[in-house]
């Protein structure tokens, strides 16, 4: 294993060891996560977020400032989840 030290904190390792962290969040009922708006900085449930329903998937917008928090989108090349939108999520 490659290990880098960043400073004496933190260790810095590839995306591969945040596999189990990752799991447990990816898992969680998604709906109930609290998400902040990017455009306004208020924080909702992902379930109180506006849906707009689209051909390939959904585009979730901020009740307070319509602004688009997430999109989702299907397609052949695979599933997309675009979130630059959001600020964090908080499961
Ligand atoms: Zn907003």
Avoid: K
Wanted: aromatic share 4%; charged share 20%; hydrophobic share 45%.
């Amino acid at each position: 294993m490659d290990v880098m030290t960043a400073n004496d904190s933190e260790l810095v390792l590839d995306g591969n060891a945040a596999a189990g962290l990752l799991q447990e969040i990816f898992v969680l009922e998604v709906t109930s996560a609290q998400i902040q708006c990017e455009t306004c900085g208020s924080t909702d449930a992902i379930g109180a977020l506006r849906l707009h329903a689209v051909p390939m998937g959904a585009v979730l917008r901020c009740r307070h400032c319509d602004g688009i928090v997430m999109r989702a989108v299907n397609t052949r090349h695979g599933r997309w989840l675009e979130m630059t939108g959001a600020r964090r999520l908080r499961f």
